[in-house]
């Protein structure tokens, strides 16, 4: 949810012989290096303490037994990708501080994830957020959500390594495949040996790194430009202040309502109802630390934008519109921040190192959340339900050795991104196309009692092709439109994280468009209403199909919001119209129900 908006790798490494190449100190390398070893060394600490990972709980929830801290700070360094770290400068840079409205979604994408989702998912005392979908409907539903699930989590994980890393190679000139390995490796490593506590705390260490990459890029830049004042000044000179954009048209990129509401659904998508994201409430001692888990995140999600914004302005100050992408200094938006960086740290060795340590710190976060939640759902989704008779050592190494299984996966979809060229944006769209249908589909089971299986399975049906024919059209539009995915040399990758975190792709230019209709309007609709318009044909699809199939609900699955709105109909008429079961009264029962599952 991730935030934002990322330059679109529309190119092979073949294209990048004429970018201005800077170079590392040998302090540089030592940092970057110490980055990988102190992660590593985090995982196998794990892997020789405690249980020493010898029980599927240990190894992928931590044994429930996480504060409320490291949660949050994992939670935020799962939402902080690397792209988010080169994109987020980046859009505040050539569009100006109207994404940073941003920020309003947080407050309700956060608020609602903690007072409904997680009491239903903890509750539940599941491992898999797919659980819920057997108890709420059927096996095949939840076969279908898990199956959904693992495709996009695959699409993104090599992406999300291969892309910082092409950025810095050519940058820096630091070898491209050296760094795309040392990253997997590494992170890997210490997923498969240290579980699911290692990737929460190596997630702690990594977000302090970013904390202090970030500063230190924004303190140096700003007291360079002369303070933070000049730099305001400069911004305000070259109209990158944004004014409250309260234009409603959902063809608008990015308006304060695009912003604060479609972003909403965006967080819901990460922080409601993402496999990576949930197995950390679900990991957490209680529930009321679950829950505070989402209250503390809620700050520093604002510092980690508003740090990326300053950044941006910052960026301004230096450059003006005189940017080292118009000067061909670079090719993309995303090499334009590592070539800032570079630029403004140069006679101070070693910071160069710490933001590229902060930059793949935000890298191997979300990559390891992948790695442990996709061995989370394939063990008890697809294997556990077919094998109820296996041991419990033997389910635990066979979860570690799906963890090592998708770390070489993702080398591998890493070396497939390399090859893909400009198809590279479709690739990223499709990570957050499966984003909105995957919350339309635990929406409707969890606020529609009268919603059954069938209306689910076509509900998500719909909703995924409704994702891809909005954005493949978009894509397709636009190279019909302009030949190439480029505009005017700059191609942003709108993209809503994460690990955790929901992705699209849409090319704007700034010049004044004329309105547009029929599918050409269909096809630009904002990338920030995609979670909810998929979402919400989820619903409907869901609900008209269930109406004329019929009910089919289990206890204590639903959350009864529909009798919390209708509390002034009688209770009788509520409980028969709503199928109002407080959660409260049917614990013991959905444990029990979750319990012969497995």
């Known amino acids: 949810p991730l935030n934002l908006c990322w330059s679109a790798l529309a190119f092979t490494e073949e294209s990048l012989n004429d970018v201005v190449q800077m170079h590392f100190s040998t302090v540089d390398y030592v940092i970057f290096t110490l980055l990988l070893v102190a992660s590593a060394g985090i995982g196998v600490f794990y892997a020789f303490s405690g249980g020493r990972q010898r029980t599927t709980q240990e190894f992928l929830l931590a044994d429930r037994s996480m504060t409320c801290l490291p949660v949050s700070l994992s939670l935020l360094a799962t939402f902080q990708s690397a792209v988010a770290i080169l994109g987020a400068p980046s859009e505040i840079y050539t569009h100006g501080t109207q994404y940073w409205f941003l920020g309003c979604s947080y407050f309700l994408g956060l608020l609602i994830p903690a007072h409904i989702f997680i009491p239903v998912f903890y509750r539940l005392r599941l491992a898999s957020t797919y659980e819920y979908l057997e108890l709420r ?15 996009q989590m695959v699409i993104y994980m090599g992406v999300v390594l291969y892309a910082p890393a092409l950025a810095l190679n050519a940058v820096t000139g630091i070898d491209l495949w050296g760094a795309v390995l040392a990253m997997g490796l590494v992170c890997t490593l210490y997923t498969t040996l240290g579980g699911l506590k290692a990737v929460i705390w190596t997630d702690v260490f990594q977000t302090i790194v970013m904390f202090a990459g970030q500063l230190a890029v924004i303190v140096v830049g700003a007291h360079q430009a002369g303070g933070v004042a000049e730099v305001w000044r400069r911004a305000q000179n070259g109209s990158r202040i944004s004014g409250l954009e309260l234009n409603p048209d959902p063809l608008e990129r990015h308006t304060f309502w695009t912003l604060s509401v479609g972003g909403v659904f965006l967080m819901l998508a990460l922080y409601g109802v993402n496999q990576a994201q949930v197995q950390r409430y679900l990991s957490s001692r209680t529930e009321n630390e679950a829950i505070m888990s989402c209250y503390v995140v809620f700050p520093c999600q604002q510092i980690v934008l508003a740090l990326g914004c300053l950044m941006g302005l910052v960026m301004y100050s230096r450059y003006g519109e005189d940017s080292p992408l118009d000067k061909g200094y670079v090719q993309t938006n995303d090499q334009m921040v590592l070539y800032f960086v570079m630029d403004v740290l140069q006679d101070l060795p070693g910071l160069p190192g710490l933001f590229v340590a902060c930059l793949f710190s935000g890298a191997l976060s979300t990559i390891s959340s992948a790695f442990n939640s996709l061995a989370t759902v394939t063990m008890e989704d697809l294997i556990k339900p077919h094998f109820p008779a296996m041991t419990e050592a033997r389910a635990t190494l066979l979860s570690k050795g799906l963890a090592l299984g998708y770390g070489l996966v993702c080398l591998a979809m890493a070396y497939i991104a390399s090859l893909m060229g400009s198809v590279l944006q479709a690739a990223l769209s499709i990570f957050g196309m499966i984003g909105g249908p995957l919350l339309g589909l635990f929406c409707l089971g969890m606020f529609f009692p009268w919603a ?147």
């Open 137 to 151: 409907f059927s096996k095949s539903v939840r076969i279908c959500g898990t199956v959904t699930f693992i495709f």
């Open 452 to 598: 059954n299986s069938i209306g689910a399975v076509m509900g998500l049906a719909a909703g995924l092709l409704m994702a891809f024919w909005i954005g493949i059209g978009n894509f397709v539009s636009r190279m019909q439109t302009h030949g190439v995915p480029i505009l005017n040399g700059t191609a942003i990758l709108d993209t809503a994280n994460a690990t955790t975190v929901v992705m699209t792709t849409l090319v704007t230019s700034l010049t004044t468009k004329p309105r547009l209709t029929g599918l050409k309007a269909f096809y630009s609709l904002s990338y920030m209403w995609y979670s909810a318009h998929n979402s919400a044909t989820v619903v409907v699809v869901g609900l008209v199909v269930s109406l004329l199939t019929g009910k089919d609900l289990t206890p204590g699955t639903v959350y009864p919001v529909l009798g919390t709105l209708l509390f002034f109909l009688p209770e009788r008429y509520r409980e028969k119209l709503c199928c109002v079961t407080p959660l409260e009264d049917k614990v013991t029962q959905t444990q029990t129900i979750t319990s012969t599952l497995h």
